[in-house]
């Protein structure tokens, strides 16, 4: 009887066994076919978008990820300065989205007209709805057309801004061709927050590079309405050595903000006067993409408030914010920073798909600015979140002490063919 009742025991002990290893495997099985069952969407295909959906792809290939963007091709707006005076070529710029689809993205050519965040679907300008668990919003930045006088979309066409690139860059590319030797090209550039700040002035060095080459007796001005620009000592050293008298900058306190242009004209006007032009390269004030707005992820001052750690909307549950859209601290707005936040969204997503720990965010930018064809500069900067924001852990002015500018150009080139390849799968 005693042996009896051991043998009984260690039946029960193995049915019991058996019975929490099946639980075990049930629930792993359920975790899985959970994220299986995942549908993550990403609304705008630029460098944030597109980077957090092949992210998500390599980090979880099960989960159901599709990408919805008007562009079949997008053209990249770093390295667009070196297309404008034929450096690069624009179809060097330009990337499809098969990388994507070679990755399990399920790619959608349409635009998403609205978001219904209580029933989780972006209903598109085609009147289909897409539903999801997680929607990622990378919008971009739109232009806020008629904040200067007399310069709304159809100006552009007069006076080109080329701050998406694509047919605006070419259009620019042209009338820089065009110029007469001696002509002025100007640069307006606006005040508040703004894409990539130190490109414009990537934009006068590049522009005055192909001038001294071709039109030597040109001028580059650049009507500034603020005070100060990134690395303005940097490019200031390398205007005096590379461009002597050529380039010129003109703060808002030296009259420098413009505040109406007649594009018929070619005339800028300002307090200090008018200034008639042969190319103007208007940059317009700048917010985030509309349909940001629209779907109420847009706080007062017009930006996206976010969740540092996963970049969630601090609005709206299940909505990630990242790019150019977000309030992302002390982050500048720009490719790599954008990359970076990309990243780090598709790693909290999937952690909390899976109900696990959220991964600790750290990120990283750099921004190259080119200072002739073989010259460039670069802003690096790293970030942690601290208190609930990102903040800057290291000097985001150092510019890369053991490189000189010819290095440089190198890394930079080098730094481009990454960031695309990690953002469109090439």
């Known amino acids: 009887m005693g042996v009896g009742g051991s043998d009984a025991r260690v039946r029960q002990r193995r049915r019991f066994m058996q019975t929490a290893a099946l639980a075990v495997l049930g629930a792993s099985q359920l975790a899985r076919a959970s994220t299986r069952r995942a549908r993550v969407v990403v609304v705008g295909g630029g460098f944030a978008g597109a980077a957090c959906a092949l992210q998500l792809r390599q980090l979880d290939p099960a989960l159901d990820v599709t990408l919805v963007d008007p562009d079949e091709r997008y053209v990249t707006c770093p390295m667009s300065d070196a297309a404008l005076v034929g450096w ?10 098969t990388g994507l689809a070679r990755a399990g993205v399920r790619y959608v050519r349409d635009r998403a007209a609205s978001i219904d965040a ?29 904040r200067l006088q007399g310069y709304g979309e159809a100006e552009s066409q007069r006076m080109p801004h080329a701050w998406r690139a694509g047919a605006q860059t070419g259009l620019l590319a042209a009338q820089l061709r065009s110029i007469d030797d001696g002509g002025v090209f100007a640069i307006c550039v606006p005040p508040g927050l703004m894409r990539c700040p130190p490109a414009p002035f990537e934009r006068a060095s590049v522009v005055a590079a192909w001038l001294k080459q071709h039109k030597p007796r040109s001028k580059v001005l650049i009507f500034d309405a603020n005070n100060h620009f990134p690395r303005q000592d940097v490019f200031a050293a390398a205007w005096q050595e590379l461009y002597p008298g050529m380039i010129e900058w003109i703060p808002a306190t030296e009259g420098g903000a413009i505040e109406r242009v007649d594009a018929a ?51 709206i549950e299940n909505v990630h914010v990242i790019g150019d859209a977000c309030i992302a601290g002390a982050m500048p707005k720009s490719a790599s920073a954008a990359h970076s936040q990309a990243l780090q969204c598709a790693r909290a997503i999937v952690a909390s798909l899976r109900e696990q720990p959220l991964p600790s965010p750290q990120f990283d930018s750099v921004c190259y600015s080119l200072l002739g064809q073989d010259r460039a500069l670069a802003i690096h900067g790293r970030f942690a979140v601290t208190d609930g924001e990102i903040r800057q852990v290291d000097d985001i002015a150092r510019d890369a002490d053991s490189a000189g500018p010819q290095a440089q150009a190198v890394q930079a080139a080098q730094w481009y063919g990454r960031i695309v390849a990690e953002s469109f799968g090439t």
């Open 118 to 146: 209580q029933a989780r679907r972006v209903r598109l300008a085609s009147s289909k709805d897409l539903a999801y668990d997680r929607l990622i919003v990378a919008p971009g930045i739109r232009f806020l057309w008629d």
């Open 88 to 97: 690069r070529s624009m179809q060097s710029i330009t990337f499809s989205r």
């Open 265 to 315: 004209n070619m005339t800028l006007y300002a307090s200090r006067g008018a200034q008639r032009v042969a190319v103007a390269n208007v940059i317009p004030q700048q917010a985030p993409g509309l349909l940001a707005v629209d779907a109420g992820l847009a706080s007062g001052h017009g930006w996206c408030p976010v969740k540092p750690e996963t970049f969630e909307s601090a609005l």
